[in-house]
C-alpha cells in the first residue's frame, strides 16, 4: 500500500492522535484552517486538497502544525490517487 510504503506513517497517524502532521481518519469532508502566504484560509478537504497538499506540502499549512514542514513527497498521480480513495476509507 502506497501509504506504507512512502512512508506517510512517520507523521501521519489513523488512530485519531496527531503525531507530526494531522492525522488522517476522519479528515475527508471536513474543514480545516490553514495559511497560504500568512493568510488564513479555509479549506474543505477533497481529491483536490489532498493532491495539492501531496503535490506542494508548502502551499498551505495546516493552523497547528507550522513546526515541522511536511516533506516532499514523489508520488505518481496513480499513487496519489490510492492515497485519497485510502484516506477516504478511514472512518
Ligand atoms: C516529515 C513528515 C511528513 C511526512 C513523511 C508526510 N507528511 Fe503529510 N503533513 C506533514 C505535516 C507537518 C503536515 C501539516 C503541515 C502542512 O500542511 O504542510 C502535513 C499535512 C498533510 C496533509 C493535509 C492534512 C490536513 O489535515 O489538512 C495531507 C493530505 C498529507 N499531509 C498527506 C501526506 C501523504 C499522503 C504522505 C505520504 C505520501 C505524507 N503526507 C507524508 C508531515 C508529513
Known sequence: MVYNLKGCMACHKT???SEIGPAFNNIYGSKV???????AKEMVVDDDYI??????PQKQIVVGF???????????DNEIKQVISYIKSLK
Open 15 to 17: 488512530d485519531g492522535t
Open 33 to 39: 484552517n490553514v495559511k497560504e502566504d500568512g493568510n
Open 51 to 56: 493532491t495539492m497538499s501531496i503535490r506542494e
Open 66 to 76: 507550522e513546526k515541522t514542514p511536511m516533506a516532499q513527497m514523489n508520488l505518481t
